[in-house]
């Protein structure tokens, strides 16, 4: 029997609530399988760690969660702590530290789920985005000076290379090529940065030649966004780079019907560090410790987790069980205007996936 190594990081707020409800969503299908196993070891690392010890995580952190096969992530973000160093300081650490350059958000409206857009039914909206996730507007280069005088600068320069751009591009056209409909649109916004998004699309139509049986097409940012929402079934694959994906992927999720239910990986595609799956939703303050927390986000991460690790019968086995529960209104919570508390939701995902029969 195979054992996955997973190390959980709840981080702050509701990641503190949602994380261990994934959890509980993998040991239930643990019992149901006799293939594989999980050996769960938790870091309380996040904005409480930082009020101890003045750092999110500590020094030694990456070479903790080095061995394991995957990571398993909340959220990171506090009131009293500025959001550059919850974010710098753990998440971006881990992405950066173990090169999970590929970060994919998965986008459907899910069964029962009540979506905003009005001539949009749920065939017509079924995206992956693919976010660059190793350097461009988030590569951290830039500085200030003459701060707190009349004449204060201040740079963040955005760097995209071409080894970076091309690992990128193979691996969104990989996963066109994966998807029924073999299509990607790249996203740019050439005409007005005329340097690097000049070189992305250069790059792009060098790496098209390779995959003959992907459809593709060219969108700038601003008109993807009206794209995404007056013709949403154009759309299959979306590859961007680090900023305007983070943009597009929220606008994703709330087409989808709610932040609360949107998943994300951290993904090293070579395998070569452990990769890291989680809710795209922040710590949400408002709704902490209330047991409120919609935990569907990290169960739809949890689903990532196990295809990442190569377990995709296990994968759709918990997909299925969250689509029977988002079906259910009663089971809805508070995001999606329902009454269903975090711990329900997790009760019903668990119960049924261990009604349905062994796997293996
Ligand atoms: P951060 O600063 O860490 O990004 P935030 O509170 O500013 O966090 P989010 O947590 O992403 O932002 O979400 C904004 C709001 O959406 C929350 O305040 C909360 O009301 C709601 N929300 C987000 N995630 C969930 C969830 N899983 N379940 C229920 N409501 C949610």
Redesign the pocket.
């Known amino acids: 029997m195979k054992t996955y190594r997973i190390a959980t990081i709840p981080g ?3 990641g503190k609530e ?1 994380v261990p409800a994934g959890k509980a969503v993998l040991e239930a299908l643990a019992r149901t399988n006799r293939s594989f196993a999980f050996e769960f070891e938790n870091f309380d690392w996040g904005a409480d760690y930082y009020r101890a010890n003045g750092v999110m995580m500590p020094a030694d952190g990456l070479d903790q969660i080095r061995d394991k096969d995957a990571i398993l992530f909340g ?5 009293d702590v500025p ?1 550059h160093i ?1 974010l710098w300081g753990l998440r971006l650490k881990i992405c950066q530290g173990f090169d999970q350059y590929a970060n994919v958000r998965p986008t459907r409206i899910l069964p029962g789920i009540d979506a905003p857009l009005k001539r949009c039914g749920p065939q017509d909206l079924n995206w992956v985005i693919v976010r660059e996730n190793s350097e461009g507007e988030y590569a951290g280069v830039g500085g200030r000076v003459h701060q707190g005088h009349p004449i204060e600068a201040a740079t963040d320069v955005s760097i995209l290379t071409r080894a970076g751009v091309e690992r990128i591009m193979r691996f969104a056209f990989r996963l066109a090529q994966s998807r029924p409909r073999k299509l990607l649109t790249v996203i740019t916004k050439s005409n007005a940065q005329r340097h690097a998004m000049v070189m992305w699309d250069e790059i792009a139509n060098q790496i098209a030649a390779e995959f003959p049986d992907v459809k593709w097409d060219k969108e700038l940012v601003d008109a993807a966004t009206a794209r995404m929402v007056n013709r949403p079934a154009t759309l299959d694959t979306i590859v961007a780079t680090n900023l305007h994906a983070d943009i597009l992927s929220d606008l994703a999720a709330a087409l989808a019907g ?4 949107a998943p994300t990986g951290n993904i090293d595609p070579e395998h070569r560090y452990p990769s890291m799956f989680e ?9 902490m410790g209330k047991g ?7 169960f739809w991460s949890v689903v990532m987790l196990l295809e990442h690790l190569g377990e995709q019968a296990a994968a759709q086995q918990v997909m299925a069980a969250i689509e029977r529960v988002t079906a259910d209104p009663a089971l809805h ?3 999606l205007g329902g009454t269903a508390t ?1 711990a329900q939701v997790t009760d019903a995902v668990c119960a049924l996936i261990e009604k349905v029969a062994v796997v293996a």
């Open positions: 702050d707020g509701i949602v959220s990171a973000g506090d009131p959001d919850t709610s932040l609360g239910i809710p795209i939703h922040g710590s949400a303050f408002d709704i409120l927390a919609n935990p569907v986000g990290t919570t508070g995001d975090t």
